[in-house]
């Protein structure tokens, strides 16, 4: 912008000469301005601000403004660049004459030349990030003739295949990148399919030149068609190193397999566990039946025991009340031979004796039979004043010569109780 200025104010015979570059992208706005005569940093500043507002009131038309470089009137005329908005090229010049045609149409040419110097430049510099990124990316970059001859490789397509020379790389076609059992599949399949429908994008492997190693590569592989004509000129790809990926599919996957074994192990440990305790729980089940029953067993034994140390005393228990029954039956006998009949009250009073005797030795035997036989421990609600006074009548049996006398003493708050009346006895006894 500053030597287009340059030059324009000669070829002109211009007092000033103003450019106004739009900034595209990110590259800052350019203002240019020069003049005939030298002027302090503040009127230039002053100045291109006239000229600024000037040029935006009437594009392409001649206007007369007061000179803000000194005596007399500016003619001033712009000429827009392919821009829009502000952006063009100011000319100004105190002859009356001014401008020509000649001059407006220099100035023309000088915008149409500036835009299209400026357009340019921006395309270069477009083209030298793209190229910084293309050469600056990991990934694997290229393109080559629809032949398959490489024209351009990125550095890490370089690194990647083992590649040492642009040389080197001229001498081969892209088929020959690709792993041996790969190469039919890529001619009869997806090279069609690249020309047919633009794009192919899949996995296949690559090799490496100096060492031989087989790579795997998700390849983008598309064809690069002629904006204009629309025909195809170019093949290209951008693929990536699946080798990263893989490792770490491979870890996932063994750490996976590790942890479903250590599930599985864990699980077999805990069904072992759970059979081992199950057996356990089994095996004490047992026991405590057994147990259960060697209790039962020594309960009986106990009062079997009592029942034995208690042998002489019952029987002389029930010496009496057998003694008492044959008296009197041997007594009724007697009064019913003799025949007389004054006698049948007497008579039936002597069996009613004989038949209290007979039904109190049956109730000793009864309860000496409850108290040592084997049975169910079961509990139940009993009166405790007469479990005890039961308990206490069959303890005292023989100790009657001896004038032994029992005094029970019970609490009336105390009535009943849940127990298993023949244990509670045997305790007492």
Do not use: C
């Not at 036989?373 to 479990?387: F, S, V």
């Not at 206490?392 to 001896?402: D, L, M, Q």
């Not at 009346?421 to 045997?426: D, M, S, T, Y």
């Amino acid at each position: 912008a500053d030597s287009a200025a340059a030059a324009l104010l000669s070829m002109l015979n211009a007092d000033v000469i103003y450019v106004s570059v739009p900034g595209l992208r990110d590259e800052p706005a350019a203002e240019v301005m020069r003049t005939s005569q030298a002027v302090s940093i503040g009127s230039s500043g002053q100045i291109e601000r006239i000229l600024r507002g000037a040029s935006r009131r009437r594009r392409e038309q001649i206007s007369a403004i007061d000179n803000p470089l000194g005596k007399g009137t500016l003619r001033i005329v712009a000429a827009p660049m392919g821009f829009g908005g502000d952006a063009g090229i100011v000319a100004g010049s105190v002859n009356p004459q001014f401008p020509s045609e000649t001059d407006r149409l220099l100035l023309g040419i000088a915008a149409n030349h500036a835009t299209l110097a400026i357009q340019r430049l921006h395309a270069e510099a477009e083209q030298r990030r793209l190229a910084t990124v293309i050469e600056r990316s990991s990934e694997f970059i290229g393109f080559a003739d629809l032949d398959g001859t490489p024209q351009y490789l990125n550095r890490a397509a370089f690194d990647l295949l083992g590649f040492s020379s642009t040389e080197e790389l001229r001498r081969l076609n892209i088929f020959d990148f690709m792993a041996p059992d790969e190469r039919t599949r890529a001619h009869r399949e997806l090279l069609p399919m690249v020309m047919g429908t633009g794009r192919w994008l899949g996995e296949i492997n690559l090799r490496h030149f100096k060492t031989g190693e087989i790579i795997p590569f998700l390849v983008d592989w598309f064809r690069i068609d002629d904006s204009r004509t629309g025909r195809p000129t170019n093949m290209a790809t951008v693929s990536r190193d699946l080798r990263p990926q893989k490792k770490l599919e491979g870890d996932l996957r063994r750490l996976n397999d590790s942890l479903e074994q250590r599930v599985a192990e864990r699980t077999s440990e805990l069904a072992e566990a759970l059979e081992r305790l199950t057996r356990e729980a089994e095996e004490r089940e047992r026991a405590d039946v057994r147990a259960q029953q060697l209790q039962f067993e020594l309960l009986h034994a106990a009062r079997l025991s009592a029942a034995g140390q208690m042998a002489g005393a019952l029987a002389h228990e029930l010496n009496q009340p057998l003694t008492a029954f044959t008296n009197s039956v041997n007594a009724a006998r007697r009064m019913i031979a003799n025949g007389a009949p004054d006698r049948v009250i007497a008579t039936r009073d002597v069996l009613g004796e004989a038949a209290d005797q007979a039904l109190r030795a049956g109730e000793i035997i009864r309860r000496l039979r409850e108290f040592v036989t084997r049975g169910e421990t079961e509990m139940r609600i009993e009166n405790l004043p007469d479990l005890i006074r039961e308990a206490s009548h069959f303890a005292s049996a023989g100790t009657g010569p001896h004038g032994v006398q029992v005094r029970l003493s019970f609490d009336p708050r105390a009535e009943a109780v849940f127990a298993n009346r023949i244990q509670l006895q045997q305790v007492m006894v």
